[in-house]
Antibody, heavy 117, light 106 residues
Framework: EVQLVESGGGLIQPGGSRTLSCAASGCIVTSGYMSWVRQLPGKALEWVSIIYDDGRAWYSESVKGRFTISRDASQNMVFLQMNTLRVDDSAIYYC???????????WGQGALVTVSS | EVVLTQSPATLSLSPGERATLSCRVSQSVTTYLTWYQQKPGQAPRLLISDVSNRAPGVPGRFSGSGYGTDFTLTISSLEPEDFAVYFCQQRYFWPTFGGGTRVEIK
């Protein structure tokens, strides 16, 4: 059974940084497609970033240049490094695994990120 | 950005009734259209991929259809556990979601 567990959320000041972690079990993060998807306070869903099995990474325009997705095979974890955070980055961040590109077949429970002064 | 418009925003139905949810896309995504279900306090759950392929464990009362820019999710006979929010998502371009349809108990 695939399980994804996010951690690292919290309250961050505007302009600050935070790294989210996603611990995977029942799957290997270097195979398949690992993504971060966020859900804004109004409930809209936004695809933030994806890393392919070959290591290529892609980002939404709203986070490009500020966020970095990475993975650690030895820990079987995926990370989202978030820099220069803005108030409108506040959301629940979900880690998701796709069996095909750009799809969420499995989801974690989410990590709440609040950017506020 | 590819825009997905879901209608209606809210569908008020009784258990046993048929639910028909629409998703219209601003550009053709051929068959790369996915449906998710989300219940309060939970993550989205994959229901249907590539227009009509039910995910493992999804009951047969859920079905999807469409091509290009017009897609439909049908729940043939609503069960109490089906009252939730449903999102469509395209993966032909950079993935984007619709705004969701809430299926509520009438």
């Amino acid at each position: 059974e695939v399980q994804l567990v996010e951690s690292g959320g919290g309250l961050i000041q505007p302009g600050g940084s935070r790294t989210l972690s996603c611990a995977a079990s029942g799957c290997i993060v270097t195979s398949g497609y690992m993504s971060w998807v966020r859900q804004l306070p109004g409930k809209a869903l936004e695809w933030v970033s994806i890393i392919y099995d070959d290591g290529r990474a892609w980002y939404s325009e709203s986070v490009k240049g500020r966020f970095t997705i990475s993975r650690d095979a030895s820990q079987n974890m995926v990370f989202l490094q978030m820099n220069t955070l803005r108030v409108d980055d506040s959301a629940i961040y979900y880690c998701a695994r796709g069996l095909v590109p750009n799809q969420g077949d499995y989801w974690g429970q989410g990590a709440l990120v609040t950017v506020s002064s | 950005e590819v825009v997905l418009t879901q209608s209606p925003a809210t569908l008020s139905l009784s258990p046993g009734e048929r639910a028909t949810l629409s998703c219209r896309v601003s550009q053709s995504v051929t068959t790369y259209l996915t449906w998710y279900q989300q219940k309060p306090g939970q993550a989205p759950r994959l229901l249907i991929s590539d227009v009509s392929n039910r995910a493992p464990g999804v009951p047969g009362r859920f079905s999807g259809s469409g091509y290009g820019t017009d897609f439909t999710l049908t729940i043939s006979s609503l069960e109490p556990e089906d009252f939730a929010v449903y999102f469509c998502q395209q993966r032909y371009f950079w993935p984007t979601f619709g705004g969701g349809t809430r299926v509520e108990i009438k």
